[in-house]
């Protein structure tokens, strides 16, 4: 059997006395898609940043494709194939939609840090650059900075940096927070198309988009993983449901 | 928000496609001709002989252009604020002042046109030597580790004999002998055109660094240093190598200065010069490429014609600063570049109004703050130093009272006319960006 | 032995006043993420002012006047200019500051003239206070630990026992807490401004007279602060004054202690002549390199440990 993606053992972190992460264990298998559930102050957000190398771990071991990756720093992390979108936008608001995007690829494409390379006349990178452009409907705001889009068109762009680097392991952090219906459906849209074959995790609170799009989900509350598994599983499982979705009749599920 | 982003307008794209090639450079091009002939325009055609004073003030200028754009190229580009920059300037003086010393007394014969590049070189190896230690760190720190280094460079230049040549320095001759053309540089205008040539080439390198993948990565690690992380890039190589190429542009800059005087003292290296770098590069603008060369001429000129008539130059240079950091942080470059918009919707004449009004107020309030500073000066360091205060003639005694009353009036009736100036041009120029703002998109 | 004494009492006073200036500049620093450029500039200020005040009245109205002088300008700098500043993001404050400093360094030339000013310890605390070991411990001395110490009790008491000293300690080390439990930011950031360049003014007032008063006196002293400041830790007033004492006790060691490299080396049996490499660096006695070491253990210490001896944040 193939090494999971990305696995998780036995993983704590605590910032002073205070313990967030209390021994999280988690397989995710390639390709698949994993919503990560619980209440606010489960722990999400900062296992997502355990994972990207944002913070070290108090103790555990986390490794991508059975490589260990806890005690690295996070452009290391990212040259490995991990990638992560954050709950609040982080991009570049002073440059260009299209620069934030090629800025993204430059490290795949074997660039580095070079300075002799002018990047108007890099047909390839300029070309994929435009096409990731087209892939998150934001051809219309090429040259606009990015901080002068709307927090929709930021977070589709914040989705197209995360990808462009062609990572095969992908972290989306709550990435239809704050939207409406219809700007969530086009986001899922989205998402499902450019993470195809990949590996995607995903911190999301909108019930019905991970119902939609994951194949597994875990849910964690204080820190702690309560249950994993298929959907329909997690949504029938009672302690789930006390902690976190509530009973049938406050779901309106059968 | 209801629309998707799909559903979003599309804006007409607001730029053609740029014309390619040399012609889209015509605004440095006209730069470049202009430094190319206007010492001609003091030239004394009676006896033939260039304007002493305009030649060494255009010739300071050019090789600040060159310190203050590669100054810009931490601050702005790369959002690292030093205040250390006059080390790599000088140690790429005193480096050059050797090297042509060894080149003169027979050892290799460099070609007087090429020294820059050892200038360059001993920029390029200090900024490496430096900054592998000072960017570890970012932001305030790194503020706080080259002032420290500029500091210690400072007082190592005024202890040490062998390589800086203690208080006294290292003087050197720019006659060598060696040239590409055959020149002596016996005369500062040749020198003056040998800068001019190596400006030319510094900005247009600089220029295209910044459209260079680590040009774009070091305004990403300015934007959002945990972005570029994200990306794969390790921020403090980014650093690093931004702060190295400054280096070599300082050194480069440093090294013009030692052809130009032919001494390199301990003030290449100390916290005035690079409060120099400092001034220029903010004054000027951090956020536009040009924005240094404006402040650089700004500066020089200040420095060199307000120096002429009053001590305190370094004042009003101080208080402009101040105004931009509080009022412009985008410098003069920035104030220009806010009105694009507004020019590109043909409103631009709307303004030209309420600019007139504000105009006088704030003639009355500099005349008024011009006077008291210099009222203040001449009362103590003029005094100590035996000179009085003449103004085409007419000598005012700063220990009447009628000048301080002058100026106060000038100052606080003035002031209020100002703010109020300045209040009704804020509506003005409101009221037009919302029309530029809703028109936008028709012809 | 008498040496090591002397340097240690003469270290403490010195170390003291430092702490003086730099529990200001703390302060101003953790709260508010502004590192104060023009902080020195009060201590040049008080040294200023109360020499004027001391020559029109004497200096015992001086010392109260002058660091309320010093307060009332900090307040009024911190409630017209910085706020305004402090939109545009930490550099621009930053840079503010560093535009203000040059500003008052050439306002105080202006004023007072390029040269040292005859800024005199008071005759009445210009004598002995006791013999030690042959030299003499100077009464102003021990007026200046005494001004010190009863300013440290003060900012304690301050600090411990009054809500608004609360709320600092709070914002200390959590600044946007304060802000999220709806205290008005706004003013303890004015207190604590105005409060901090009273603390330096106060620092000007007695060290002007027992250093020297010149309007290179904030250029010198200045980073010898930052130092201290950034050695102690952000968000530690205890720090503070660790370092403190320490940077006085170095300073004042440093110019007594006549060694150089070349010295050391000379024990390991390494001699050093004049056709050794780098023999200018390593004959360098160290009182001559005395200015150097603030700067020195500036760079250490952010290299090596950015948080400083006690801090409990980063910068």
Known sequence: MTAPALRLTAVQKSFGPTAVIMGVSLDVAAGTRHAIIGPNGAGKTTLFNLISGRFPLTAGQIALHGRRIDGLAPHQITRLGLSRSFQVTSIFSRMSVLENIRCGLLWSRGYRYSFWHLLARERALNEAAERLLADVNLEARRDVPAGLLSYAEQRA?????????????????????????????????????????????????????????????????????????????????????????????????? | MSETVADTATPPRATARPRRGLRRQWPWLTVLAVALVIPWLFYDWTTGRHSGFIVAMLSQIGMMVIFALSYNMLMGQAGLLSFGHAVLFGLGAYCTAHVVTFSKAGGFPLPLEL???????????????????????????????????????????????????????VSTNRMTGHSLFGLGYSGSIQVYYLIVAWTAIAIALMLLLTRTPLGRMANACRDNFERAQFVGYDPRMVRFLQFAL???????????????????????????????????????????????????????????????????????????????????????????????????????????????????????????????????????????????????GLTIDPHHATPWVVAALLLGPGGLWLRRAVRRFGAAWAAVSDEVKTAGGRP | MEVVLVSLLNGLVYGMLLFMLASGLTLIFSMMGVLNFAHASMYMLGAYFAYSVSRLIGFWPALVIAPLLCGALGAVIEMY???????????????????????????????????????????????????????????????????????????????????????????????????ALGHNVPRVFTIVFAGGSLLAGLAGVIGGN?????????????????????????????????????????????????VSFADLLARLGITVTSSTPLAEVLTIPLPRVGALLPYLMLILVLLVKPRGLMGTRDT
């Open chain 1, 157 to 254: 762009l914040e989705i197209g940096v995360t990808i462009a680097g062609g990572a095969d392991t992908i972290l989306l952090d709550e990435p239809t927070a704050g939207m409406s219906r219809s700007e969530a459906d086009h986001a899922v849209a989205l998402i499902r198309r450019i993470t195809a074959g990949k590996t995607l995790v995903m911190v999301e609170h909108d019930m019905s988009v991970v119902f939609d799009l994951a194949d597994v989900v875990t849910v964690l509350v204080y820190g702690q993983v309560i249950a994993s598994g298929p959907p329909a599983e997690i949504r029938a499982n009672r302690a789930v449901q006390h902690a976190y979705l509530g009973t049938p009749a406050e779901t309106g599920v059968a």
């Open chain 2, 115 to 169: 020294t820059p590049l050892a200038g360059g070189l001993g920029g390029l190896l200090s900024a490496i030597a430096l900054g592998y230690f000072a960017t570890k760190q970012r932001a305030t720190a790194f503020a706080m580790i080259t002032l420290g280094i500029g500091e210690l460079i400072t007082a190592c230049a005024l202890m040490f004999q062998t390589f800086f040549g203690g208080e006294g320095g």
């Open chain 2, 246 to 392: 400054s280096g070599f542009f300082a050194g480069i800059a440093g090294a013009l200065y030692t052809l130009t005087y032919e001494i390199v003292t301990f003030d290449t290296v100390a916290a005035s010069m690079s409060a120099n770098a400092l001034l220029m590069t903010y004054i000027g603008g951090v956020g536009v490429f040009a924005g240094p060369v404006v402040g650089a001429v700004l500066i020089v000129l200040l420095q060199s014609w307000v120096s002429l008539l009053s001590n305190s130059w370094l004042v009003y240079a101080g208080v402009l600063f101040i105004l931009m950091v509080t009022f412009a942080p985008g410098g003069l470059a920035g104030l220009v570049l806010m009105h694009a918009p507004i020019r590109r919707a043909g409103r631009l004449r709307r303004l030209a109004g309420p600019y007139l009004r504000l105009a006088v107020p704030s003639l009355l309030v500099v005349l008024g703050f011009v006077l008291a500073v210099e009222l203040c000066s001449f009362l103590t360091i003029g005094a100590a130093q035996g000179k009085s205060l003449t103004v085409h």
């Open chain 3, 81 to 179: 200019a910085l706020r305004r500043v402090h939109k545009n993001g930490h550099i621009a404050e930053l840079l503010f500051t560093v535009g203000l400093a040059f500003i008052i360094e050439k306002a105080v030339q202006m004023a007072w003239g390029l040269l040292p000013v005859p800024y005199r310890v008071p005759p009445v605390l210009d004598r002995a206070l006791f013999h030690i070991y042959g030299s003499n411990f100077h009464a102003y001395r021990a007026f200046m630990l005494l001004v010190s110490v009863a300013m440290f009790v003060a900012i304690w008491l301050l600090l411990t026992r009054t809500r608004i000293g609360l709320v600092i300690q709070a914002a200390l080390t959590h600044p946007e807490m304060v802000s």
């Open chain 3, 210 to 258: 027992y250093l020297v008063t010149e309007p290179s006196m904030a250029a010198t002293m200045g980073p010898i602060v930052f130092v201290v400041v950034v050695f102690g830790g952000l968000g530690s007033l205890a720090g503070c004054f660790i370092a403190s004492l320490i940077m006085g006790l170095v300073q004042t060691f440093a110019v007594v202690v006549d």
